[in-house]
């Protein structure tokens, strides 16, 4: 595993995300000790740009208003009954 995956996941750990172990297609899976919501994390990263997400994808779904893959929609002042 790389340094950059594993601190990435100690860091989650520490944000409450529980890693759930691997998935058996070479990623981890970490669950949201409030919310539920899961993430995988790829074993190897090849890109730079793949933490990045991963760590946007954990900042998102760990908020209590991300519920079952979406966001909560404000409502509109435009929309009416």
């Not at 760990?62 to 519920?67: E, I, K, L």
């Amino acid at each position: 595993m790389k340094k950059e995956v594993r601190d990435l996941i100690k860091g989650a750990a520490k944000s409450g995300w529980k890693n759930l172990g691997m998935d058996g297609q070479g990623h981890f899976k970490l669950q949201h000790s409030d919310t539920r919501e899961t993430v995988r994390v790829p074993y190897s990263a090849s890109d730079w740009r793949s933490l990045k997400n991963v760590q946007a994808e954990l900042r998102r779904r760990a908020r209590s208003d991300h519920q079952e893959g979406r966001r909560a929609r404000p409502e509109s002042p435009l929309r009416t009954g």
